[in-house]
């Protein structure tokens, strides 16, 4: 589901916030599904495992430069 699509079902852009839309295009583009981060032990838990689309360094990396961005 992409960003306007997760907008529409939800009635408003008040119910979606601007970091969890990025967060889901990042992780749709490693191939993922996409995981709400509610706490930074999550985020750091996700960075901390691998798949055959996205390894730990590659998760590192986006987990940065998404952070910086947002």
């Known amino acids: 589901m992409d960003w306007q699509q997760r907008l529409r079902s939800n009635g408003s852009a008040t119910n979606v916030s601007f970091s969890s839309i990025i967060w889901t295009l990042v992780q749709q583009r490693l191939g993922l599904t996409p995981v709400i981060f509610s706490s930074w032990n999550e985020l750091t838990d996700w960075t901390s495992t691998a ?20």
Not at 54 to 67: G, I, N
């Open 51 to 70: 798949t055959q689309s996205s390894t730990m360094k590659l998760r590192r990396l986006v987990a940065q430069a998404t952070l910086y961005k947002v």
